[in-house]
């Protein structure tokens, strides 16, 4: 059964940067296709960027394009979230999630995530 455990989450200034891990265990994570997403205080979860299980191809919400990416390690069976240019409106729990995928380059759905993390906590102060 997989798991995932993010990690990296800490308070951070507005305009400074901050990477989030996504560690997995129990599977190989090759096999799946990974997904990032988000819950601010009083708002709804947001998917935010996603990346297929061979690294190959990915999708970003507009809310985030050029400033965050998305990429991964197979061999650490980690994906990770660079997160640039943080605004306050960034402040969230953040949660990475995945769903098995047979094509390397197919990116699926933010509804598809079968396998949910915890989430990790980042604060963007102004």
């Known amino acids: 059964q997989l798991q995932l455990v993010e990690s990296g989450g800490t308070l951070v200034q507005s305009g400074g940067s901050l990477r989030l891990s996504c560690a997995a265990s129990g599977d190989t994570l090759d096999d799946y296709a990974v997904g990032w997403f988000r819950q601010a205080p009083g708002k709804e979860r947001e998917g935010i960027s996603c990346i297929s299980s061979s690294g190959s191809s990915t999708n970003d919400a507009d809310s985030v394009k050029g400033r965050f990416t998305v990429s991964r390690d197979n061999a650490k069976n980690t994906v990770y979230l660079q997160m640039n240019s943080l605004k306050p409106e960034d402040t969230a729990i953040y949660y990475c999630?995945?769903?098995?995928?047979?094509?390397?380059?197919?990116?699926?759905?933010?509804?598809?995530?079968?396998?949910w993390g915890k989430g990790t906590l980042v604060t963007v102060s102004s």
């Open positions: 999630a995945a769903v098995a995928t047979a094509v390397g380059d197919y990116v699926p759905s933010f509804e598809a995530m079968d396998w």
